[in-house]
């Protein structure tokens, strides 16, 4: 079992940063992929980046393009996800969410069966 608590949402300008935070709680190995989604009102939830704790590796959605960065600190349980150069169209929930025992780490949501409750993210123009 593995429980996830996101913080960090709130409410920002065009052009402004966040950075998002997850604690992860439960058990996790070398083989966890942990990542990032978000979903907006209407629309289906998306992957945004992904982190493979056995090697490091990161994925990112095609839409960042360079804004934002996942990173983890594993003495501090905690994933991290800092947004620069935020648009209004990134306004969504993000959710974190966390799969140990894979050999698969992508942007998929059906990847993954342990999630946080979310963030609120609201970008304004």
């Known amino acids: 079992q593995v429980n996830l608590v996101e913080s960090g949402g709130g409410s920002v300008q065009a052009g402004g940063s966040l950075r998002l935070s997850c604690i992860v709680f439960?058990?996790?190995?070398?083989?966890?992929?942990m990542g990032w989604f978000r979903q907006a009102p209407g629309k289906e939830r998306e992957g945004v980046a992904v982190f493979y704790t056995g090697t490091g590796n990161t994925v990112y959605a095609d839409f960042v393009k360079g804004r934002f960065t996942i990173s983890r600190d594993a003495s501090k349980n905690t994933l991290y996800l800092q947004l620069d150069s935020l648009k209004p169209e990134d306004t969504a929930m993000y959710y974190c969410a966390a799969q140990p025992s894979t050999l698969l780490c992508n942007i998929r949501p059906s990847n993954f069966r342990n999630w946080g409750r979310g963030a609120q993210v609201t970008v304004s123009s």
């Open positions: 439960g058990y996790t190995n070398s083989r966890t992929c």
